[in-house]
């Protein structure tokens, strides 16, 4: 199922499901986009990233899709397992001399096995 | 490659007292470092952006003379929290980004979670 992580932070899910974890970006002049998994107690942890000249990008059983009409990114997570529990953020980033990056509000990712 | 360590990993100290964080690159060198703060169940925000040899960009609403930041290596950033108080209390992430090649990936240490009685 979905989850529009601006307005419902936890998406359950059975272990081998599909997940689609969205986000919406509130800058058009973002550029570069990163989703991110965090565990509980723990940094940050880099997943896939994305740059404005895209609309798709895959990585290992991670596809990140990227609408600037709408200014929508979604993160798909393919099979997912119990390993995948954690809460997911994306990041927009804009250059101001560098990139810096905003984080949106997350949602946090519930697998059952 | 490219991990990040921040030290302590927790802390707990008395109100009004100082507390500082370290963030260290330990396999590359960062010009640039981030410092964030994270309360429960919310998203990361920026405090600050940490420059090698430079004064530290603070965001908006941060204090800089609360939220003392010192860079004085391309691999060691500090925070320091002066005269703490029990709404300091919060998770601190550093991030960390190489200075060389063109990515712009940042690294992420594992956080420190200060807790002000």
């Known amino acids: 199922g979905e989850s529009v992580g601006l307005h419902l932070p936890t998406l359950s899910v059975q272990e081998g499901d599909n997940s689609i974890i969205n986000c919406a970006y509130s800058?058009?002049?973002?550029?570069?986009f990163i989703w991110y998994k965090q565990e509980s107690g723990k940094g940050p942890q880099f997943i896939i990233d994305?740059?404005?000249?895209?609309d798709k990008r895959q990585g290992q059983r991670v596809t990140v899709l990227l609408n600037k009409t709408v200014k929508h990114l979604s993160l798909q997570i393919a099979a997912t397992q119990p390993g995948d529990s954690a809460v997911y953020f994306c990041?927009?980033?804009?250059?101001?001399?560098?990139?810096?990056?905003?984080f949106g509000r997350g949602t946090s990712l519930i697998v059952h096995p | 490659g490219a991990v990040v360590s921040q030290h302590p990993s927790w802390v707990i100290c008395k109100s009004g007292t100082s507390v500082k964080i370290e963030c260290r690159s330990l396999d590359f060198q960062a010009t640039t470092m981030f410092w964030y703060r994270q309360f429960p169940k919310q998203s990361l925000m920026l405090m600050a952006t940490s420059n090698e040899g430079s004064k530290a960009t603070y965001e908006q609403g941060v204090e800089k003379d609360k939220f003392l930041i010192n860079h004085a290596s391309l691999t060691l950033s500090t925070l320091t929290v002066t005269s703490a108080h029990p709404e300091d209390s919060s998770f601190y992430i550093c991030?960390?980004?190489?200075?060389?090649?063109?990515?712009?990936?940042?690294?992420f240490g594992p956080g420190t979670r200060l807790t002000v009685l």
């Open positions: 800058n058009s002049a973002s550029d570069y």
């Open positions: 990041a927009e980033n804009r250059k101001r001399g560098s990139y810096i990056p905003t």
């Open positions: 994305i740059r404005s000249n895209m």
């Open positions: 991030s960390a980004r190489k200075t060389s090649g063109a990515s712009n990936e940042q690294f």
